[in-house]
């Protein structure tokens, strides 16, 4: 199962993430979540202190490591470089576990500006191609908005494109935006969870908004998530309610699969 879960910011899409990602690990199952957002709150969704986090060093920041696997020296950084780096060992080597879920913190490219061609992107691009393609875990991503590290030819291996929504105009927009960038991957199919929704009228107003084909499930605001959040916890430990309609969405996604 690969699921690539995308949002604007404070739409809740990392405790999505992480819920869905402890979800599987309580089954069993071998599960990576890579975080692909700049503002890299997985880590701490899904269990790991401001300590452990504080001591992993994002693949983006490895200069050492980027220079060896693109071929890009002191002199060549940003110029000449290997756009197939070996990848397949990164993951085995850099993921760090907590409840049962491996984390791989991807980082962000500071330089380049959108779309930026340098060794930082290629190798990010690489490892999210070898999670999508040749590994047999879980791999769940919580991206930015943007698409920008997923090819055409690693979008189609995809079992979810998944947009957590709230209600609200600017999250319905960011919902367009996601459907336009995985068109051009090649992805006609996104789903949508609802989050924080409070009332029978969130609920109308998304499904008047959203195809209920499209639409997977709602999520209700739940004060005991916010509490976690304060708390620098995992919501999965603290709110029964939000896991219970989190595991209906998940139900909702293996169903689909088959």
Known sequence: MKIAITGKGGVGKT???AILARLYADEGRKVLAADVDPDANLGMALGFSPEELEAITPISKMRELIAERTGAGAETFGKFFKINPKVDDIPDMLAKEKN??????MGTIETGGSGCVCPEHVLLKQVISH???RREDVVILDMEAGLEHLGRGTAGDMDQFIVVIEPGERSIQTYHKVVQ?????GIRDVRVVANKVRSQDDED???SRIPEKDLLGFVHYEPDVAEADRAGKSPYDYSEK???EIRA???RIEQDRN
């Open 100 to 105: 049962g879920v491996k984390l791989l913190v």
């Open 131 to 133: 999670l999508i393609i």
């Open 242 to 244: 939000t896991v219970a």
């Open 181 to 185: 960038l995985a068109a051009d991957l």
């Open 15 to 17: 405790t999505v993430a």
């Open 249 to 251: 969405i998940k139900a």
């Open 205 to 207: 107003y998304i499904r």
